[in-house]
C-alpha cells in the first residue's frame, strides 16, 4: 500500500490536465485553481510526514526554476500593472511547487518512467477519443476541412494546444513497439496512428515541424548503426516509421482531392503572405524591438500585454489585444529582460542538451539503435523537442495541460540524469 502512495499523488496533480471548464469561458481558470489547491495540499501533507526535502529549490535543474522566479518577484517593482503581475506570479509559484513536489515524489515511485508513460498514455487516450468524436459529429453533418478544426479541440479550448498535448506525450508510445506482447504491440502502433492522424486534422503547423524533427532523430540513429540492419532486422527498424507513413497514405488517400485539406497545400502556406504567420512575425518584430530597447531593465511580468497594445495599435482591430508574443522565451525576456529570460530558457536547455549528451555517448559506444531508441532519455529528448518548438511558435506556459506534463518529462530527465 505504501508504494502506491507516491504515484497516486502524481496523478492528483497530472489529473489537472483533464479537467473541464465547469461553466467558465476557459477551462485554464479551474484547471489553475484545483493546481494551487491540490499543490500547497501536497504540500503541506509531505511537509507534516516530512517526506521532502527543501534543498531541491537550490540544488540540481530546479534551481534555474527558483532563479527565474526570484528574477520574475524582482520584475514586479518595474510592472505597470501590478496585478497583471501579481496573477502571472502566482501561476509561476504554483508551477515551481508542482516541479518541487514531483521531483520529491519521483524518487520514491518504484519505476518512475513506467508510471508516467502510463498516465501520459491513458490521457492520450482519453484526448484522442474526445477528439475523434468531435470530428466524427462534423463528418455526419458536412465534409471536413482546415476551417473546421477548432471543432477538433477535444478537451481542450484550442486545436493547437490539443495537437501540442497530443504530440508531447506521443514519443512514450515508441518502446511499446518491441513489446513481448504482441497485442500490446500492435495497439501501441494504431494509437500512434491515430495520434498522428489527429494532428494532420488539425492542421497545427508547429506540430508539423515537431514531427519531422522527431522521425528525422530517430532515422538518423538508426543510420548511425546501419551495420544492424540485416535483411531479418529490417522489419524491426521499419516499425519506427510505420504509423506516420501509414497516417501520410491513409490521409493523402481520403483528402488528395480537397486542397483545403491537402497536407502539402497546408504546409505551403507557411510563408510571410499567410496571416497567421505574417502576425506572429510582427509580434516577434515587436518582442525583438522591446527587448533590444530594454535588455537589462525588466518591464514586470504579465505585462507584455499592455505592452504590446503600443507596439501593435496600428494593427488591432476593435478592443482585440495581443495577450501573448506566441514565443514564450521572446514573452519573458521582454518581460524579465534578457538575464531572467534566459533563465527560462535554461530550465530546458539543459536536459535537452543532457540527453543529447548520452545519445552521442551512446552512437560512439556502438550502442543498438534499437536500445538508444527505447532508452528513457531518447524518449524525453523527443518530448522536450516538441515542447521546445511549441514554446518557440505559441504560449503554452500559459496552459496547465502542456506545463504540468512538461514539468513530469524535466522531473524525469533530472531523475534519469542523477540514476543512470
Do not use: C
Request: net charge positive; hydrophobic share 50%.
Amino acid at each position: 500500500m505504501k508504494n502506491f502512495i507516491q504515484p497516486f499523488l502524481v496523478f492528483l496533480i497530472f489529473i489537472s490536465t483533464l479537467l473541464p471548464e465547469f461553466g467558465g469561458i476557459d477551462r485554464i481558470g479551474f484547471q489553475w485553481l484545483y493546481l494551487s489547491i491540490i499543490s500547497l495540499s501536497l504540500f503541506s501533507f509531505l511537509s507534516y510526514n516530512r517526506q521532502h526535502d527543501f534543498k531541491k529549490f537550490i540544488n540540481g535543474d530546479l534551481k534555474y526554476f527558483t532563479i527565474f522566479f526570484i528574477f520574475s518577484i524582482f520584475s514586479i517593482f518595474f510592472s505597470e500593472n501590478i496585478s497583471e503581475s501579481i496573477i502571472e506570479l502566482s501561476r509561476i509559484f504554483i508551477l515551481l511547487l508542482v516541479a518541487y513536489l514531483v521531483i520529491n515524489l519521483i524518487y520514491k515511485i518504484k519505476s518512475p518512467f513506467n508510471t508516467i508513460s502510463l498516465l501520459f498514455i491513458g490521457s492520450l487516450i482519453i484526448e484522442l477519443a474526445f477528439s475523434y468524436y468531435d470530428f466524427l459529429n462534423i463528418t455526419l453533418y458536412t465534409k471536413y476541412d482546415f476551417s473546421l478544426a477548432n471543432e477538433l479541440q477535444g478537451i481542450s479550448s484550442n486545436k493547437n494546444i490539443t495537437a501540442s498535448a497530443i504530440l508531447i506525450k506521443l514519443p512514450f508510445l515508441i518502446p511499446f513497439y518491441s513489446h513481448r506482447n504482441y497485442v500490446v504491440k500492435v495497439l501501441s502502433i494504431i494509437l500512434t496512428f491515430l495520434a498522428i492522424s489527429m494532428i494532420f486534422l488539425l492542421s497545427a503547423r508547429a506540430m508539423f515541424v515537431a514531427l519531422i524533427i522527431i522521425y528525422t532523430l530517430i532515422l538518423l540513429v538508426i543510420l548511425t548503426d546501419i551495420k544492424s540492419i540485416t535483411l531479418r532486422a529490417l522489419p524491426t527498424s521499419l516499425i519506427y516509421f510505420l504509423p506516420f507513413i501509414f497516417s501520410i497514405v491513409v490521409f493523402s488517400t481520403i483528402y488528395n482531392k480537397n486542397n483545403t485539406v491537402n497536407l502539402i497545400s497546408r504546409a505551403s502556406t507557411v510563408n510571410t503572405e499567410d496571416a497567421s504567420t505574417n502576425q506572429r512575425l510582427r509580434f516577434y518584430k515587436h518582442g525583438l524591438h522591446h527587448i533590444i530597447e530594454n535588455n537589462i531593465i525588466p518591464s514586470g511580468i504579465g505585462n507584455w500585454k499592455i505592452l504590446s497594445i503600443k507596439y501593435d495599435s496600428q494593427e488591432m482591430q476593435g478592443y482585440v489585444v495581443p495577450y501573448h508574443l506566441h514565443n514564450d522565451f521572446l514573452q519573458f525576456m521582454a518581460e524579465l529582460g534578457i538575464i531572467g529570460g534566459m533563465f527560462y530558457l535554461i530550465i530546458y536547455l539543459i536536459p535537452i542538451f543532457r540527453n543529447i549528451k548520452y545519445l552521442i555517448l551512446k552512437i560512439k559506444n556502438k550502442l543498438n539503435f534499437k536500445e538508444i531508441i527505447n532508452s528513457p532519455k531518447f524518449i524525453l529528448l523527443l518530448s522536450l523537442i516538441v515542447f521546445f518548438v511549441d514554446s518557440n511558435l505559441n504560449f503554452p506556459f500559459a496552459r496547465p495541460m502542456i506545463m504540468v506534463p512538461i514539468i513530469l518529462i524535466l522531473s524525469l530527465s533530472y531523475y534519469e540524469s542523477k540514476t543512470n
